[in-house]
């Protein structure tokens, strides 16, 4: 993000990243032409982190909460065991042809489950546990979605949480609900003793969170 880091150095990094598939690259086309906000799309960079993180984990199951157009999404699957699952979650119906066509142009409609609705009450009726989990929703439910997936996350399983900095106003006088919402939520995570967690700061800060 241009507030944390300069334009070269995000240039930089963006050129010292592996590339993404030409699936990936249709797919936030796409979302930059078609989309509102298109920025919330998790882009090269952090993909590219999500899709290598999975591949060093190789997961039976994940559980993404905030889909967008499905990018991350693609990028978590890229590391599914041959019997891997990826569940996602949006509350936003209007995006799902997008999805739905990146899925099957990437071949994963049988290792992809999409749900539309409300995260918070469609998490206490999955069956799963789980080896990763991502959250990347509404920032004020931060804290009730941790508190949803942490007995869902197997022992030596990870969530990853996104935009945990905020554009840099987790360390600000600002006083919006947002970033009040996120405060509390890395408030609660350092606090908590079932985990390990540090912040990284890819694109928007990215909480990697492990189970112990």
Known sequence: MSELLSNEIEDY??????EVSSVLQRLERKT??????PRMLSGKVQ???LSI??????????LEIGTFTGY???CLAEGLSNDGL???IDINEEREDIIQEAIQEAGL???IQTFTGNALHLIPQIDEIFDI?????DKINYCNYFDLVIDKVRTGGIILADNVLWSGKVISEKRDKDTEALKEFNKKVQEDSRVDNVILSIRDGITLIYKK
């Open 53 to 62: 993180i999975s591949r060093m984990m190789q997961p039976k199951r994940i």
């Open 133 to 137: 989990v991502f959250i990347d929703a």
């Open 72 to 74: 991350s999404a693609l």
């Open 47 to 49: 993909g590219t982190f």
């Open 13 to 18: 990094i963006h050129i010292h990243c592996s």
């Open 32 to 37: 930059y032409t078609d989309v509102l906000m």
């Open 109 to 111: 409609k049988k290792k």
């Open 86 to 88: 990826l569940v996602t």
